[in-house]
T-cell receptor
């Protein structure tokens, strides 16, 4: 079973800052990795899918990098906004999807 | 992206009754569906993996007789919580994947919006 760790567990920043969210996983034999956001009491919204053969993937202000050999992925959020406040989850795909405990982000106006 | 519909979005039931949750892939055929539960302020815990036409594979510690999973078609999987108790109250989320790794096609997972179950 994959062990997925996300650091930091919580983050509170003023609006406009660039952020780094970290994800590590124990088994590097993944097919891809997805980043999600979850708003309180809601389901998951897929943010980025990065294939195992890729090093990074970008969507708007979001950029995800993947170092499969070391079992790490990083989500960069540029110019953070209050609307980015949510819990961010990474899920490496090892035939199944296991989730980290998430990073709870609060962006203050 | 593809759409996964989960129904109901919330349900309240009496202790001892059974509750069925449906998960449908609306615009693609899902060879594999995953079921998760999430307790307040915790992450998603994988309960089981179901492949169309075969028995579900349960994660360690998940009671298969209590959480019945049926994946009878390529667009529908159901989770039935049998003889529900208050400790079963949780947020249940399903996920669907079109293809298994190595079969070609997208292996991206799409998630339903979840079902909040409250057992009283």
């Amino acid at each position: 079973k994959q062990e997925v760790t996300q650091i930091p567990a919580a983050l509170s920043v003023p609006e406009g800052e660039n952020l780094v969210l970290n994800c590590s996983f124990t088994d590097s034999a993944i097919y891809n990795l997805q980043w999600f956001r979850q708003d309180p009491g809601k389901g998951l919204t897929s943010l980025l899918l990065i294939q195992s053969s890729q090093r990074e993937q970008t969507s708007g202000r979001l950029n995800a990098s993947l170092d499969k050999s070391s079992g790490r992925s990083t989500l960069y959020i540029a110019a953070s906004q209050p609307g980015d406040s949510a819990t961010y989850l990474c899920a490496p795909h090892f035939n199944k999807f296991y989730f980290g405990s998430g990073t709870k982000l609060n962006v203050k106006p | 992206g593809a759409v996964v519909s989960q129904h109901p979005s919330w349900v309240i039931c009496k202790s001892g009754t059974s509750v069925k949750i449906e998960c449908r892939s609306l615009d693609f055929q899902a060879t594999t569906m995953f079921w998760y539960r999430q307790f307040p302020k915790q992450s998603l815990m994988l309960m089981a993996t179901s492949n169309e036409g075969s028995k579900a594979t349960y994660e360690q510690g998940v009671e298969k007789d209590k959480f019945l999973i049926n994946h009878a078609s390529l667009t529908l999987s159901t989770l039935t919580v049998t003889s529900a108790h208050p400790e079963d109250s949780s947020f249940y989320i399903c996920s669907a994947r079109a293809q298994r790794p190595g079969q070609g096609g997208s292996t991206e997972a799409f998630f339903g919006q979840g079902t909040r179950l409250t057992v009283v």
